[in-house]
């Protein structure tokens, strides 16, 4: 059992706040994303979790145990660092083996785990070499079999596959998702890639300016952004945003069409890009770029002269410059608070 | 002609380094082993037969045997403190390095001015009333206190010039690994030697060998500080050649030092040993 507490945790680098005030929970065995872009102070939370940052205020929870105090060892958990960090002057073997002998495991323990962890990672092959003979994807393998071999409570992994090529990541990806799961430890994994985010996690902590902005399922995230910057920052391409000017009669103008709104005195209008298709009545959009996707067809387009971008089925040729209408499904559009840029349930 | 570049602009150096110091090191080699013109080993037999070798190559290998490994601790705690400072990092190793910018001879005569009969420590000694009279320290009476200063004055010299070394060795070592020991269960001590200490083995070779030639070298501290009444290899080897005039056996002493000097460094080379493929 090892469910992760993060109470008011903040964290000040001289005077400037890396981290404001962070609550999180992470259930146990859950596969908790953070997601953000570089600098949002990713690295920092899960470092202050693995006790490797100490935090300026705030308490860290792990199992019931409060672990802020204590030293990296000693709170249980394992960690795949972003550059690997195999050890060079250590073989495959002694690499995997090293929290096993610094816990003082017997020799056929250590073997054992070892052995069972580098078939798992299919490394089998490689217990013999050093780091400096294998290549980036297997160095990344022994770096999770290393903290596999710990079964740990709790698995940090910092952007471990940011290095790795864009083939050799969809395989580990999926890999990792698999070994993970059949573990059993929870598990906090940092990314700045959304499509990783979606396809690992049991829930996103999307991250922003040293604030954790949402917190919830891949499908909530995406579907329901609690902020406007998650709808900004989620989806390739993201979120479109219009003005909105409530009317007389209580509905809201956006972009010359009127809409049924909340009962708000301001608000903006959103709708992501594949939510839509050509009708007859609908947003107006001047047509600047196509793109064909295959599937589908990217259109980047002028919507009352805010940039406007929609993902339409690929059947009907679209040209640039012609002028199209754009339907929104009603129960997609989504509405923020220009003032809070808060969603507005 | 591309290729050949490189060979080309170092061909000058080469050659330099040829004329100047393998033709008179081979003219070494040949004095040591030749007698008026005649192959002869009656230099080595010379040199051995006279009661000072002995004790001269003893205490070379002795001051040695004592200097480096304290040296090495000393150099090793002194970076990894240095290693640990946010501020003042640099500050602090120009002020160790100070020492690395006298000559031996000029640390040797420090030391005499602290260790001498109307020096520092009778002084010091004298104010607080712990001896009623200047003591004679480095008198012939007393050789362990001159090895001791000996040993002193070339630590204070030369430890400095190890420590650089592995400070810069230290600085190369990502601190990922470090982290990574840490959150494995490695304890502070655990880290140093288990991770600090195998990465550090090329700058521990390089800061190892030069300290140790270094030290099969000793002359001028010792001289300063004792005369000749500690006798070392080098010291016989100037006696030899400019005071009984004898180049034959002062060669033969320069290929002792030698040939120590390359046992001491492969059987370093050998020890810190890097495998191929296990280098940062
Ligand atoms: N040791 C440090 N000293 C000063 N600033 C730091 C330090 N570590 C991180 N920062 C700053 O904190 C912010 C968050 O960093 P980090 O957590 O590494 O971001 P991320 O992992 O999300 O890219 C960045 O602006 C970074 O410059
Ligand atoms: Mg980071």
Known sequence: MAEIVIKGVAKQFGAFTALHSVDLTIHDQEFMVLLGASGCGKTTLLRIIAGLETPSQGEVWIGGRRVDHLPPRARGIAMVFQNYAVFPHLTVFENIAFGLRMAKLPQAEVTRRVTRTAELMHIEQLLKRYSGELSGGQRQRVAVARALAMEPDVILMDEPLSNLDALLRLEMRAELKGVLAASKTTTIYVTHDQVEAMSLADRISVMNGGFIVQADKPTQVYRNPAARFVGSFIGNPPMNFLPAKRGENGRWHVAGKDFDGPDVAAAEFAIRPEDMHPAKAGLEAEVRVVEPLGPHTLVTAQVAGQPFRAVLESDRAISPGEVITLAPIPDRIRWFDPETQEAIA | ?280
Do not use: C
């Open chain 2, 1 to 280: 002609m591309a290729r050949a570049l490189p060979y080309l602009l170092l061909l000058p150096a080469s050659l330099f380094l040829l004329v100047f110091f393998f033709y008179p090191f081979g003219l070494v080699v040949v004095e040591s082993m030749t007698r008026g013109g005649e192959w002869t080993t009656e230099n080595f037999t010379r040199m051995t037969g006279h009661w000072k070798f002995s004790t001269a190559f003893w205490n070379t290998i002795w001051l040695t045997a004592i200097v480096v490994p304290v040296q090495l601790i000393m150099a090793l705690t002194m970076a990894s403190l240095v290693q640990k400072l946010k501020t003042g990092r640099s500050g602090l190793l120009y002020i160790f390095a100070i020492p690395l910018g006298i000559s031996d001879l000029a640390a040797g005569l420090v030391w005499l001015a602290i260790f001498e009969q109307s020096g520092f420590l009778n002084s010091i000694l004298h104010a607080f009333g712990i001896i009623d009279r200047p003591q004679l320290f480095l008198g012939y009476q007393s050789l362990w206190v001159i090895f001791l200063a000996v040993v002193l004055a070339e630590i204070w010299r030369a430890t400095a010039i190890m420590m650089v070394i592995i400070v810069a060795g230290m600085g190369l070592i990502p601190k990922e690994y470090n982290e990574a020991a840490e959150v494995f269960g490695a304890s502070r001590w655990q880290r140093f030697t288990k991770v600090t200490l195998p990465l550090l083995r090329p700058s521990l070779q390089t800061a190892l060998i030069l300290r140790i030639l270094m030290a099969f070298e000793v002359f001028a501290v010792v001289v300063a500080l004792g005369g000749t009444t500690l006798p070392v290899l080098m010291g016989e080897t100037f006696q030899w050649q400019f005071q009984l005039q004898d180049r034959g056996v002062a060669a033969a002493y320069a290929m002792v030092i030698l040939g120590l000097s390359v046992a001491f460094s492969l059987v370093v080379l050998r020890l810190l040993h890097v495998p191929k493929g296990a280098r940062i």
